[in-house]
């Protein structure tokens, strides 16, 4: 079995038949949302599989890819049962992961805008033999220097063919966290104001829903500062990540673990020398205590496992025969760093966030309302803290969290104590550092918890 890991192009996963949780049976319940949500976000912590995710998307619902059904999804639940949106959209994927953030707002501009540029003049080139009116804009393209322009015509072109565009975007806040992470606020404040290029685009986008030309929408995310900032201009977007039926949509099942652990071991014999390895119960005890825990709903059925951190830790088996000598991937280490820096913009003196990190890290619980959606001026209450902290992955509900007003959250599982403690296994600290005692006091664990 070939492990995926690092892996987000669900096309060539299926062509090199590595290993795939199967996340189609959502595909109905994301069209079952069409009676007044057709733009939708979703948000997850950091390598938690949402890329993948847009990719099995695009594939499933792209005009274009029609005839590509069978061999990309032969084997899976939509085989067997396909929706009737299947492969009736225009899909244009927008990936704002690697849109710069160093120099001013104009070089800022040029690389947004190049970036949606690029990945139009894909688009364009995959459907431009079939539809003349694209192949026009194609051939002008490089005459667009602004992405909100560039939209407003892609989306009148679109609506002029009779067709709908389904419209993913991949990373939408991944530029805005490295901006506030790197101290740069002025420059985030100047790019989501009311004339800024970033909320210019994501209006064009809002307008385009109105001209008929943008069916379908699916954003993936981090936090929702930046939605909150965009509100007054792109108040279409139904949030989504919270919802009992998308717990796990993104992230590994128990079940998928022991599939793709169990298929591993039985393609790879050797393995099982190792008594660590070989002992399936003491393996999948070490996953579930390092990567699993985390809850998105407050009802959730199931909990779910850090999909990148599991696919690290098999990657690791096959390569090395053994297990990672650090439990916490070095990408992933390196992801939360910056996440966390965030969280030092709550105050000027980081005298909250120092209180809230001892706080969790003492009792191991904190109870406290969520906030669905706060944007940088909405940043210094504990509440849009806690909710930050949750966002990024750092909290989770726990058990029980259903039946009261103020939700308790907790630390999901060891690796992520362990980075919130500072040890050597994790980046050095860009929080404000917590005590010496809260550094030292033992994990406390919840009677309530199954880790």
Do not use: C
Not at 58 to 76: C, H, K, P, T
Not at 319 to 325: C, I, K, L, M, V
Not at 330 to 335: E, L, S
């Amino acid at each position: 079995m070939r492990i995926p890991y690092g892996q987000s192009n669900f096309a060539a996963l299926r062509h090199d038949r590595a290993f795939y949780a199967d996340k189609t049976p959502f595909l109905p319940e994301l069209e079952s949302l069409e009676s007044g949500y057709r733009y939708l976000i979703f948000l997850r912590p950091r390598r938690f599989g949402k890329s993948l995710l847009v990719t099995m998307l695009e594939s499933y619902y792209d005009a274009s890819r029609a005839g590509q059904f069978d061999d990309l999804f032969g084997g899976l639940w939509i085989h067997r049962h396909p929706t009737a949106e299947r492969g009736q959209y225009l899909a244009l994927t927008l990936d704002f992961s690697s849109v710069t953030v160093s120099g001013d707002p104009e070089s800022m501009r040029r690389s947004f805008a190049t970036t949606v540029k690029g990945d139009v003049r894909l688009f364009l080139m995959r459907y431009r033999d079939r539809f003349p009116d694209l192949a026009h804009l194609h051939a002008t393209l490089d005459s667009y220097d602004d992405a909100a322009g560039l939209m407003t015509t892609l989306l009148s072109v679109v609506a002029g063919l009779g067709q709908k565009l389904y419209l993913f975007i991949d990373e939408y806040d991944h530029f805005a966290n490295r901006m506030l992470a790197g101290g740069q606020e002025g420059l985030y404040e100047t790019i989501v104001r009311e004339t800024g290029f970033v909320r210019s685009f994501y209006a064009a986008l809002k307008a385009g829903t109105r001209s008929g030309g943008l069916g379908r929408m699916f954003i993936t995310g981090v936090s929702p500062i930046l939605l909150d900032d965009l509100s007054s201009g792109f108040n279409i977007i139904r949030h989504v990540s919270m919802l009992d039926r998308f717990n796990a949509m993104a992230g590994f099942t128990r079940a998928e673990v022991e599939q793709a652990t169990d298929q591993l071991l039985a393609d790879t014999p050797s393995l099982l020398a190792d008594p660590q390895i070989g002992d399936r119960a003491a393996l999948l005890t070490t996953l579930e205590r390092h990567y699993n825990g985390y809850s998105f709903s407050r009802r959730a059925a199931e909990r779910v496992f850090n999909s990148d951190l599991v696919l690290y830790f098999l990657s690791t088996l096959v390569s090395t025969g053994r297990y990672p000598e650090q439990m916490l991937d070095i990408n992933v280490r390196t992801d939360y760093g910056r996440l966390q820096r965030i969280a030092s913009l709550s105050g000027k003196t980081g005298a909250a966030t120092r209180e809230l990190l001892e706080t969790i890290l003492t009792e191991q619980t904190i109870r406290s309302e969520l906030v669905e959606q706060f944007g940088m001026r909405a940043m210094y209450g504990r509440a849009q803290l806690v909710s930050l902290f949750y966002y990024m992955g750092m909290l989770t509900f726990s058990p029980g969290a259903a039946d009261t007003a103020r939700p308790e959250l907790s630390i999901p599982n060891r690796v992520i104590r362990a980075l919130l403690r500072g040890r050597e296994s994790s980046p050095v600290h860009p929080w404000p550092a917590p005590s010496a005692k809260a550094r030292a006091k033992p994990a406390k664990r919840s009677r309530k918890r199954a880790s």
